[in-house]
């Protein structure tokens, strides 16, 4: 026997308001019938209508347009439990850590941040330094995580986030001291002047930061693409679901 469903279930099926169900009905754009003043839908003909739907809507481009586009990361890409996930590896790890776009623009607040980094945080000319070399970490071809120094003297890594076809974002790892730390005086002159920063300031906070061994630091270029492909996962979920949605709102309005 057919199974028929009720106005509520096929609102469960199709995510739309019940509203939009009975308009849809009642200009027959819905298969349906009516027994006495309610509707009910026999699900193997809502389910021949969804096929032929998603199939009219690949053909004139409307559905394949919107798998081609990947939205802006910020609109599907949960920043919160990011933020939550990526607080708790930087602790393990003994790494700062953040999520920035391709143009080295934070995602996420940094997480576990060393107090070397956050001394000069006052200073424009050394916050702009920071997004320049995140930006120049993405625009390195490597897929393969590598340590590289940063304005600080510190290192930092970088695994990248793909969505879709395309990479969109990157895990930063960093705040990590060299073997050769802390450096010379004439180093500190040098990124004092070039970071437009007091030297004094530098001084006082050259021990601030983080300190892994060779072995750690191996671990960390090991786990910073994992987490980023985790990230990735998180948001190619996301995506998925943002394309049902659109796919539904498009099916609504034929």
Not at 39 to 55: G, K, P
Not at 86 to 92: P, R, T, Y
Not at 118 to 137: G, I, V, Y
């Amino acid at each position: 026997m057919t199974e028929f469903l009720t106005t509520r279930q096929l609102q469960d099926l199709l995510r739309v308001d019940r509203t939009t169900i009975y308009r849809m009905a009642e200009s027959g754009r819905l298969p349906g019938v009516k027994v006495g003043k309610q509707w009910r839908f026999a699900r193997d003909q809502i389910e021949t209508w969804l096929e032929m739907h998603a199939s009219g809507l690949k053909d004139n481009g409307s559905l394949g347009s919107a798998a081609r586009s990947v939205p802006d990361l910020r609109q599907i890409m949960p920043l919160g439990c990011v933020q939550i996930v990526q607080d708790s590896f930087a602790e393990l790890l003994g790494v700062m850590m953040l999520v920035t776009d391709l143009e080295g623009i934070p995602l996420t607040r940094p997480s576990n941040p060393c107090g070397l980094y956050l001394a000069t945080e006052s200073s424009p000319a050394a916050h702009r330094r920071c997004l320049e070399t995140w930006a120049e970490m993405a625009r390195d071809p490597s897929l393969t995580p590598r340590f590289r120094p940063t304005p600080l003297g510190l290192l930092c890594a970088r695994g990248l986030i793909r969505v879709g076809d395309t990479i969109q974002a990157m895990v930063v790892v960093g705040g990590i001291a060299p073997p050769d730390w802390p450096p010379s005086a004439d180093d500190v002159a040098r990124m004092a002047a070039t970071l437009q920063l007091e030297r004094s300031l530098l001084e006082r906070h050259l021990d601030q930061v983080h300190r892994l061994s060779p072995q750690e630091q191996s671990k960390v270029l090991a786990y910073v693409q994992r987490i980023a492909d985790i990230f990735a996962h998180i948001a190619n979920e996301r995506l998925i679901l943002f394309e049902r949605l659109q796919r539904i709102a498009e099916i609504t309005q034929m």
